[in-house]
Structure formats: C-alpha cells, structure tokens
C-alpha cells in the first residue's frame, strides 16, 4: 500500500524545510522534538507553500495547479487537482477523523497523520487501509499555536515519538489555508458519495476545478468564504467504474440543490448552527457541479451548477453586475 506519511514526509524533507525564505514560512523545533511548519499564523506565507500544503493535506499522491476563475469584472486564481487514487486522497486522508476519548478540546486530525491514529478511525477501517510509517505529518487548519502538549496528544495518538512528528499549521484567514479548501472538492464529494451508500471504491480517478476567494482578515468571514468557494463554485470530474442505475441513484442526492440550504452563503448556515461544523448537516459539505463518467458504460452524468451570484455576493457583498 502506499503510505501517505512517507509520501508527505518526502515532499516535507525535499521541498519545503530546504526553502523556507522563499515560502515564506517558519520552521521550528519544540522542546519534545516535534517540528512546527508555520505557513500562515504568524508569516505570509506563498502560492507555492498552499499548493504544497494542499498536496500534503491529500497524501502526497496529487497533482495541483493553478488556474483562472472569471467572476463578474475580476479575474480570480482557481486550483486545480487530479488525483489519481481518490480513496487515498478524498477518503483516507481527508475524511474527518472522529474525536478520540478525552480529546473535545484536541485538533481533530485529518491529512496523513489521521492513517496511523490508534486505536484506527472508522473511514481507516472502513476500507482496511493501513500505513506502516514511523513519521506522522500532520497539516491543521488552525489559528492556535501549536504547544508541546498537543504536539504530545497527536504523537500519542499516532503511537509516534514526538520527534517524529510534523506538524504543518495555516488559519482560515490565510492565502496557504484558501488554497487547501479550494483544492477539496474531490473530498467532498467522497464523503458525500458514501454517506449515500455509494461504494467509494469503484471511484478510479477524479479531477477539480474552484476559485479562490479575497483573502479577509475576519476570521468568520474568511472560513465563510473559502467554504462557499466549494459550495457555489467547486466542480469535480469522477471516473467510476459500475452502474449507470448506481449513479442515478445517488446523483440526484449530491448536491446543496437538495438540503433546503441553498442560495445561502456559508456563513450564515455556520452562525444558524451555533457556529459549530458538528452541527451542521453532513449533507452541506459537497461540492457545486458533479460530473461522472462511467468507465464501465462510457456514458456521463452532470448534476448542479456553478452559480456566479452567490459567489459575488459571498466575496464582494453585492450583486454581480450584469455583462456589458
């Protein structure tokens, strides 16, 4: 199998702790020997550095690039993924892990680390995954520091010595952290697809598309933003190999057309829940426009849309003006 932490660490050890200036990031050591990668809490930051933290955050095993996203009169950056094994990538490293016991107060681990979590977390399980790696590379999206005390948690957790542990950390309100989110809607849409009951293994291979948003200081705002860019303007390519009934099935299930959510901007579902993820509905974290190809029949499916309105309202606060 291949082990998403070596493969992270490769990318840790070749590209990233050798460049620091021209990242624009801060590498330092804690007492227990753990390495911190800040990419985003108290530094700039780069392009590169979110292009490679996006990489990190799905195993090390995509591709990412940069594109254009027209909206309105502004021509924004967009990301692009292919993955070539979206179960690794969208499932196994990207599906949130559950809380451990005694852990509310922890991060909740996604990213490589998450594969080597003891006792294994239910999406690990699920697809009988396991990753023999000594080193655990940890990617969160966070504003806290990290103390030598989480850094502790995660390496317990992971059955790691602390010294064996990196941690790579960028807030919500940073260009890295906008990057990351814009390259997950083939997460999405994998956690989407088997919340459905869809089997996620006959997914071969996926490609995506979504803008980046205006960067924002305010800390809501900017999580608003970079979820709506997923939301309203996310795109996602699948090559799966079954049905064509199976993916009609679940099509019509997949996305925000069909929570009673739609046409609101993230940020108001967040503050209508408390302002806590856990309590929103599942079903709102997907991805705007779906498209399957099924390799077994080599007929295409489309479901949803991009939707340029919202999108301007999201990131400029008014209405997107008409074309000239």
Same mark, same amino acid.
């Given at each position: 199998?291949?082990?998403?932490?070596?493969?992270?660490?490769?990318?840790?050890?070749?590209?990233?702790?050798?460049? $620091?200036?021209?990242?624009?990031?801060?590498?330092?050591?804690?007492?227990?020997?753990?390495?911190?990668?800040?990419?985003?809490?108290?530094?700039?930051?780069? =392009? @590169?550095?979110?292009?490679?933290?996006?990489?990190?955050? $799905?195993?090390?095993?995509? #591709?990412?690039?940069?594109?254009?996203?027209?909206?309105?009169?502004?021509?924004?950056?967009?990301?692009?993924?292919?993955?070539?094994?979206?179960?690794?990538?969208? =499932?196994?490293?990207?599906?949130?892990?559950?809380?451990?016991?005694?852990?509310?107060?922890?991060?909740?681990?996604? *990213?490589?680390?998450?594969?080597?979590?003891?006792?294994?977390?239910?999406?690990?399980?699920?697809?009988?995954?396991?990753?023999?790696?000594?080193?655990?590379?940890?990617?969160? $999206?966070?504003?806290?520091?990290?103390? &030598? &005390?989480?850094?502790? =948690?995660?390496? @317990?957790?992971?059955?790691?010595?602390?010294?064996?542990?990196?941690?790579?950390?960028?807030?919500?309100?940073?260009?890295?952290?906008?990057? $990351?989110?814009?390259?997950?809607?083939?997460?999405?849409?994998?956690?989407?697809?088997?919340?459905?009951?869809?089997?996620?293994?006959?997914?071969?291979?996926?490609?995506?598309?979504?803008?980046?948003?205006?960067?924002?200081?305010?800390?809501?705002?900017?999580?608003?933003?970079?979820?709506?860019?997923?939301?309203?303007?996310?795109?996602?390519?699948?090559?799966?190999?079954?049905?064509?009934?199976?993916?009609?099935?679940?099509?019509?299930?997949?996305?925000?057309?069909?929570?009673?959510?739609? *046409?609101?901007?993230?940020?108001?579902?967040?503050? #209508?829940?408390?302002?806590?993820?856990?309590?929103?509905?599942? !079903?709102?974290?997907?991805?705007?426009?779906?498209?399957?190809?099924?390799? !077994?029949?080599?007929?295409?499916?489309?479901? *949803?849309?991009?939707?340029?309105?919202?999108?301007?309202?999201?990131?400029?606060?008014?209405?997107?003006?008409?074309?000239?």
């Amino acid at each position: 199998m291949i082990s998403v932490n070596r493969q992270a660490l490769r990318i840790v050890k070749e590209k990233i702790l050798p460049n $620091q200036d021209l990242l624009k990031i801060d590498v330092k050591k804690l007492k227990n020997g753990a390495t911190v990668i800040d990419m985003g809490q108290a530094v700039e930051g780069s =392009w @590169e550095a979110g292009r490679l933290f996006a990489e990190i955050t $799905q195993g090390g095993i995509v #591709e990412i690039a940069f594109g254009k996203f027209q909206l309105g009169e502004y021509i924004l950056p967009s990301v692009h993924v292919y993955s070539p094994d979206p179960l690794i990538s969208g =499932w196994i490293c990207q599906r949130h892990a559950d809380p451990l016991p005694g852990s509310e107060h922890q991060p909740i681990l996604t *990213g490589p680390a998450k594969a080597l979590l003891k006792p294994p977390d239910m999406s690990i399980q699920f697809v009988n995954y396991q990753d023999d790696s000594p080193v655990a590379v940890a990617p969160l $999206q966070t504003s806290e520091p990290i103390t &030598e &005390e989480k850094a502790a =948690w995660i390496a @317990e957790s992971c059955q790691i010595a602390p010294e064996n542990l990196y941690v790579l950390v960028a807030p919500s309100t940073s260009l890295v952290c906008s990057i $990351q989110v814009a390259a997950r809607p083939i997460d999405n849409l994998m956690h989407r697809l088997q919340e459905e009951n869809f089997d996620i293994v006959t997914v071969k291979s996926a490609f995506s598309t979504a803008p980046i948003p205006p960067l924002s200081p305010d800390g809501l705002e900017a999580m608003g933003r970079i979820n709506d860019c997923l939301l309203y303007g996310g795109h996602v390519l699948v090559y799966v190999d079954t049905t064509d009934q199976e993916i009609e099935r679940v099509l019509p299930k997949l996305t925000l057309e069909h929570t009673g959510q739609y *046409g609101k901007l993230f940020k108001q579902i967040f503050e #209508e829940n408390d302002c806590n993820f856990h309590n929103i509905d599942l !079903r709102v974290h997907t991805t705007a426009l779906i498209q399957v190809n099924n390799l !077994r029949s080599g007929n295409c499916f489309s479901t *949803g849309k991009i939707d340029h309105e919202i999108l301007y309202r999201s990131f400029f606060g008014a209405k997107l003006p008409p074309e000239r």
